[in-house]
């Protein structure tokens, strides 16, 4: 993605003692400028170039979930959605066909609305597997403890480098040690 790709939006969400969320912002990008043979294509081109493997196709669960163990990269392919980041008690936000969601580790997602043809694709950055963990109390601080070992990434998965996750989740990185 050239250098002129839009600034994304950025969501702050904080931990509700169930949905750890994470200190690093969510970014939303809107209306990329996408090029290829289908929406659907092009993001995964553009996540594996940017060493985020695209990993699957599909929708978004309509129940919350987070992922403590991977960051999770989004791009709406086709359709439109209405999702609540950050858990019951988080932010609404409305997708449609050309944006894309970087979810920080531990940020709570859920579809509350989507479209009969949404479809989103996935990418997860090299070397991060992802888990399915439910928002739960008991749970919470161990969760946060796996999430506090997700490194950042080494590239933004839309565009590479330069991209505004690297320079936002490093000045967002918890100091070491």
């Given at each position: ?15 509700d ?12 990008y809107?209306?990329?400028p996408?090029a ?7 993001f995964?081109?553009l ?20 992922h ?25 936000v ?15 997602h859920?579809a ?7 479809q ?8 991060q ?14 969760a ?6 997700v ?5 933004d ?7 505004a996750?690297?320079a ?10």
């Open positions: 993605m050239p250098s002129s790709a839009p600034q994304p939006e950025q969501l702050h969400l904080a931990s003692g169930r949905t750890p969320n994470s200190p690093h912002p969510v970014l939303i809107r209306q990329l996408l290829g043979p289908s929406p659907a294509e092009a995964e081109r996540f594996d170039s940017h060493l985020w493997p695209s990993a699957w196709r599909g929708t978004v669960y309509d129940y919350h979930h987070y403590s163990t991977a960051h999770e990269a989004l791009g709406v392919a086709i359709g439109w959605a209405r999702v609540m980041l950050g858990g019951d008690n988080g932010q609404e409305e997708l449609k066909a050309g944006d894309a969601l970087v979810l920080p580790a531990g940020t709570g859920c509350l609305e989507v479209s009969a043809d949404f989103v694709v996935a990418g997860y950055p090299v070397g597997q992802y888990d399915m963990q439910r928002p739960d109390a008991a749970t919470h601080d161990q946060r403890e796996r999430i506090a070992q490194g950042v990434p080494i590239s998965p839309l565009a590479g480098t330069q991209g996750l690297v936002l989740w490093r000045a967002e990185a918890p100091p070491a040690g």
